[in-house]
């Protein structure tokens, strides 16, 4: 967990959590398929898909600390993508500010700046889909949870996200800018202030699948924040390959 005063952990933490999660996923599968084999009925067999169950929940990173900045020199640039997801946002109220919202995002101008000076050049559309509103007064002041932020935001936003689209939770208050999920589903949370910052595309960039990386200039990185602009190959074949497996949802 990193908090927006202290400084950035090293990534490969997250990633070796990966490797170990990924490791107990297999031997717990591997398990489970032998013991579906072997007909063995009772309470083993249901310990064995409550923990397969625990540890195949997605994978929630908490990302970004300090200040972060807008990409600094990189001239907007559209072009017909090749790929295209569809995009929910959803504002995070509690039942007292519903009535009064306080955000003022302009969708469009956001989607354009996401498609415009990140993914457009490397043939990734993002498309608007819905935008609605949510009264969530555990995910409205997270500052309340701290230190469970991620898996707060997991529980209480497993009701209301589309599974055929990537799904933007925009907060007022939070102890960290951002936080993303990389398994089977698809959603992130920013705060407000950093929506036109590169934290946008990076949280969404792990929605689509991508890890850390420690490459300069790179979405991922999680250090040179000033100057994020970039995927790799892999990471913008990576993506794609994400956006299909989303939309073949659409048609479940
Ligand atoms: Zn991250």
Redesign the pocket.
């Known amino acids: 967990m990193t908090k927006t005063t202290k400084p950035t952990p090293d990534s490969t933490i997250f990633d070796s959590i990966l490797q170990i999660k990924n490791f107990f996923n297999n031997f717990l599968l591997w398990t489970l398929i032998n013991v579906d084999k072997n007909n063995v009925k009772g309470t083993f067999k249901i310990i064995y898909q409550q923990l397969f169950f625990v540890v195949s929940i997605p994978l929630l ?1 908490s ?2 600390a300090g200040d972060d900045l807008d990409s600094i020199g990189i001239e907007p640039e559209f072009m017909a993508p090749e790929k295209i997801v569809k995009i929910n946002i959803i504002y995070v109220e509690s039942s007292e500010t519903l009535h009064k919202s306080s955000y003022t995002l302009n969708e469009a101008e956001f989607i354009n700046y996401l498609n415009g000076k990140y993914f457009h050049r490397f043939g990734i559309g993002l498309e608007l889909g819905e935008s609605k509103s949510l009264v969530n007064e555990e995910l409205y002041d997270l500052r309340d949870n701290e230190g469970s932020e991620p898996s707060t935001f997991l529980m209480q936003s497993r009701e209301s996200y589309d599974k055929s689209k990537v799904n933007i939770y925009i907060v007022k208050r939070c102890n960290i800018l951002g936080i ?1 999920g990389i398994g089977r589903d698809q959603r992130v949370l920013i705060t407000d202030e950093n929506l036109f910052t590169s934290t946008a595309p ?2 969404i960039g ?1 929605a689509l699948g991508l890890f ?1 990386t420690h490459e300069a200039e790179n979405i ?1 990185n ?1 250090v040179d924040k000033g100057s994020r602009y970039n995927f790799n190959k892999d990471q913008e074949k990576k993506i794609k390959k994400r956006i299909d497996e989303i939309n073949s949802n659409n048609l479940n």
Do not use: V
């Open positions: 990173l990302c970004s993303a990076h949280e792990h850390h991922m999680t």
